[in-house]
């Protein structure tokens, strides 16, 4: 059986919170205070009808944050439902692309969208534009291509791209796709030069997965309305839990079409508050500007530390890699930091490289990303 880790780190270097995952990412205390109070029998929300007010106060708490938050431009609403990016990637498969997509490929997201559509008997063969992971692929007008995707931030391999591309092919009536699950709400972002910025709750938002949120633009709502044939059922069937006007109309009111994860709407309401309070998206993408800073910096700074994203303008500002030299690995100081309450700074799983993956979204103190390159430090100089 493995052995624990036995080096120690001295309490002095440890940060106040150790959680540094790139999602489900660290839940402020003040969120899960929120949380306790939901369940107060003089005023519940937990375990009341999805239906009823208290459940449709919290979903326009979610709406209003957000549009806020994001200065959504005239026309422009907010859409969510059940089953996170994953799901989202089949409804704009099914509702959103009419004939063929173009994907920019760099990271695992891209590659799941990209074989969605691909796997489409409907739709013709996808375009890919790729990139090998620590670098970024980037869109190109083409003609015949209707919808065009991209990642604003690859959770895999660190790596960002910009969100607005391809404006010659928007004007000309396509639409522009932007996968922001890890991005929004800490990158910065003008969603009118985007169709549909879509994300989940688990990461910038610090609340549970199973829900997607999308922000929608007049054309890419005229185009789920036209693909689906919703004004006279003559267009493509689509499974009604993959409809993506079915979940405006319930979003309008406030509402899934199925029951949500009341506690996930709770956590998620919460942060944008505290988001909002702090100073919008102006203070949160400064924030994470100021511990990815340190945490590169600190990389470049050690001769057996690189960051694995070679372009500095292609560094992520919210999930941050860094690989380690051959000679130190890093498993084990994965695994000493664990044992001290650090906790899951591993490379992405399928990456397989020997690295620290380290998420630095706006609940992540950046003292906390400076503590953490000193424990790295100690544990080095020790192993």
Same mark, same amino acid.
């Given at each position: 059986m493995p052995t624990q880790p036995t080096l120690a780190i001295p309490p002095s270097l440890l940060p106040s919170d150790g959680r540094f995952g790139s999602g489900p990412s660290k839940v402020r205390p003040a969120q899960v205070a929120a949380l306790a109070a939901a369940g107060d029998p003089a005023a519940p929300v937990l375990g009341t009808s999805h239906r009823q007010p208290p459940v449709k106060d919290l979903v326009r708490r979610v709406r209003q944050g957000l549009a806020t938050l994001f200065d959504l431009p005239d026309g422009y609403e907010i859409a969510l439902g059940n089953g996170g990016s994953t799901a989202f990637w089949e409804v704009a498969t099914a509702c959103l692309v009419e004939r063929r997509a173009q994907h920019a490929v760099f990271g695992e997201f891209g590659g799941k969208? %990209? *074989? %969605?559509?691909?796997? *489409?008997?409907?739709?013709?063969?996808?375009? $890919?534009?790729? %990139? *090998?992971?620590? /670098? $970024? *692929?980037l869109l190109a007008t083409a003609d015949g291509v209707d919808t065009y995707a991209t990642v604003h931030n690859e959770t895999s391999t660190g790596a960002m791209a910009p969100a607005a591309q391809v404006p010659d092919a928007r004007a000309d009536g396509a639409l522009l796709l932007v996968d922001a699950t890890s991005g929004a709400g800490a990158l910065p972002v003008d969603v009118g030069a985007t169709d549909v910025y879509y994300f989940g709750p688990q990461k910038v938002f610090a609340s549970d997965g199973g829900l997607w949120l999308a922000i929608c633009s007049p054309a890419a709502v005229e185009r789920a309305a036209r693909v689906e044939g919703a004004a006279d059922r003559t267009g493509r069937w689509v499974p009604e839990f993959l409809s993506l006007t079915t979940a405006l109309a319930n979003s309008r009111a406030d509402q899934t079409l199925n029951t949500p994860a009341v506690g996930t709407l709770v956590l998620l309401a919460e942060q944008v508050e505290w988001m909002l309070e702090q100073g919008g998206l102006a203070w949160s993408t400064a924030r994470c500007a100021e511990s990815a800073g340190a945490l590169y910096g600190w990389a470049e700074a050690r001769d057996w530390a690189t960051?694995?994203?070679?372009?500095? /303008? %292609?560094?992520?500002? $919210?999930?941050?890699? $860094?690989d380690l030299d051959p000679a130190i690995d890093a498993a084990a100081v994965v695994a000493t930091l664990r044992a001290h309450g650090v906790l899951d700074v591993f490379p992405y799983r399928k990456l397989g490289r020997n690295q620290l993956r380290v998420g630095l979204f706006p609940a992540v103190e950046p003292d906390d990303v400076r503590a953490l390159t000193a424990c790295v430090d100690h544990v080095v100089a020790h192993l």
């Open positions: 969208f %990209a *074989a %969605a559509t691909g796997r *489409a008997p409907f739709l013709e063969p996808s375009q $890919v534009r790729d %990139a *090998a992971p620590g /670098s $970024v *692929a960051p694995f994203v070679t372009e500095p /303008s %292609a560094r992520s500002t $919210v999930v941050g890699t $860094v």
